[in-house]
């Protein structure tokens, strides 16, 4: 090794291969650049450019999904930049013979991301916020009109407690990557854990397969140093050498006490202040719609109505003959008994008895009275529940 080495190798640390070097490099380079919000001003101009996608798909909007044009785009130039940048690297620095420093703060960077998008989803299941009980649009809704992200989604909701134990999962996951000592076994949660996420995400058209995957690939990386360990314990019957914590690390004065700070907060607000929130978020009161019911329309409406959802007290459903759903916003005059479309369609409401109830309002430019009756709520998926002694399969 040449003189000038002895002064970028972290003494103590044998030796990485070429291979490791250039594999460290291109994930160094990657993991930041897609962390990072650096292609947001770049990937639209690349999209229409280069992609010639249309406006709205090289336009950043809020909708749900990790698998729009633009981030795919944003993988696209993570992914070039980090080759050319590891070509670029490999050239100035190939005296260096490994980068162990520079590694145990990428693995920092990759366990806190990581934890906390755990603490995120995990808290949104131990909750039920991502996965509530079924409203009752969708119990209203034939399963083959289902989309298979609805499937998954129904399936979740039809269980509060298997959604409970799946954020659990994730949350213990992310409480081990806090910790040092604990950053296999958590990697190891992780990874079986996102596993089950990918799959789903991508046999049931989730659309968040691409974030999905990267967080996989992360539990991965932080398991690959621990590998030959692994494989010595699981396969090989043989003893493991101990793991290595020297890296990073601050002994004595300040720089101990910044960063005991600095995972004090972070750990305080990934696991702390995510679960507060959560269960705030959860406690809060969940109002209903005043005409909350699913219904059966028994008159004849222009548009083909076949069953109306009245759930929060902000929007109702539509269920056409043909299966099709509307959505709709809707302002209630609870006094008047009178509800407003948000297009500016005014109903009011009145009841014959219990289980009826008349809607009066213009449809398809007619003066209408649309007359629905209530259906029995008590479907079999509410309330089947859980039983330990079953002499059949109670499969419907």
Not at 99 to 114: D, E, F, G, K, T
Not at 300 to 327: K, L
Not at 360 to 368: L, P, Q, S
């Amino acid at each position: 090794m040449a003189d000038g080495a002895d002064e970028i190798v972290t003494p103590g640390f044998p030796a990485w291969s070429l291979l490791h070097r250039i594999v460290f490099r291109f994930f160094c380079l990657y993991w930041v650049l897609w962390l990072s919000s650096i292609w947001k001003p770049v990937a639209p101009f690349v999209a229409t450019r280069l992609f010639h996608v249309s406006a709205e798909a090289a336009t950043y909007r809020q909708t749900g999904s990790s698998d729009t044009t633009l981030d795919y785009v944003h993988v696209f130039l993570s992914f070039v930049a980090a080759l050319c940048g590891t070509a670029i690297w490999s050239m100035l620095d190939r005296r260096r013979d490994q980068y162990v420093m520079l590694h145990s703060w990428l693995r920092l960077l990759i366990r806190y991301r990581l934890a906390g998008m755990l603490m995120g989803y995990g808290y949104s299941k131990v909750f039920l916020l991502q996965f509530p009980e079924n409203s009752l649009s969708r119990l209203g809704q034939e399963y083959g009109s289902f989309s298979p992200m609805g499937v998954v989604w129904s399936f979740m909701g039809a269980s509060a407690a298997y959604t409970v134990f799946s954020g659990l999962a994730e949350v213990t996951g992310g409480v081990l990557l806090f910790f040092r000592r604990t950053t296999a076994l958590g990697a190891l949660v992780t990874f079986g854990v996102m596993t089950n996420v990918v799959a789903l995400n991508y046999c049931y058209d989730i659309s968040v397969k691409l974030n999905s995957t990267h967080f996989l690939l992360m539990s991965a990386f932080l398991l690959a140093p621990d590998f030959q360990r692994l494989v010595n314990v699981f396969l090989l019957n043989r003893a493991a050498e101990p793991a290595d914590f020297r890296l990073p690390t601050f002994r004595t004065g300040w720089p101990l006490w910044a960063s005991r700070g600095v995972w004090a907060i972070v750990f305080a607000l990934g696991v702390i202040a995510n679960g507060v929130d959560a269960y705030k978020k959860y406690a809060a009161p969940k109002p209903r719609s005043p005409l909350y019911g699913l219904y059966a329309v028994e008159s004849e409406t222009p548009d083909g109505w076949y069953r109306m959802a009245f759930d929060t007290p902000d929007s109702f459903t539509i269920r056409q003959r043909d299966g099709r759903p509307g959505y709709y916003q809707v302002e209630y005059g609870v006094a008047k008994q009178m509800f407003t479309i948000k297009n500016g369609i005014p109903f009011r409401w009145s009841r014959q008895d219990g289980n009826v109830l008349l809607l009066t309002g213009t449809v398809g430019g007619k003066e209408t009275t649309i007359r629905l009756r209530r259906i029995d709520e008590t479907l079999l998926l509410r309330t089947r529940g859980f039983h330990w002694v079953q002499e059949y399969p109670f499969n419907r």
